[in-house]
C-alpha cells in the first residue's frame, strides 16, 4: 500500500463538517478535519496551528479548506 503525502486540512468550525464530501473527491487525499471550539481568533489560530505542525511531519503537501 503507498502511503499519501498529501493532506487537507479542512477547517470546520463549530459543529459543523462537509469532510465526507471532500473524502469522496479527493481520493488521493488523506483529511483531517478541525473544529475549533473557541470564538476567540487567537485561541482558533492556536489549535489550527496544532493540528498544521502535526500534519506536517507525515506529509509533504498540505492544503487547507474551509
Not at 17 to 24: G, I, P, V
Request: proline share 3%.
Amino acid at each position: 500500500m503507498k502511503l499519501c503525502t498529501k493532506v487537507i486540512l479542512y477547517i470546520h468550525g463549530k459543529g459543523g463538517s462537509c469532510l465526507e464530501a471532500y473524502k469522496k473527491n479527493c481520493p488521493d487525499f488523506d483529511m483531517i478535519g478541525i473544529d475549533y471550539d473557541s470564538y476567540l481568533p487567537w485561541i482558533a489560530q492556536n489549535q489550527i496551528k496544532s493540528v498544521y505542525d502535526e500534519a506536517s511531519i507525515g506529509h509533504s503537501r498540505i492544503s487547507i479548506a474551509r
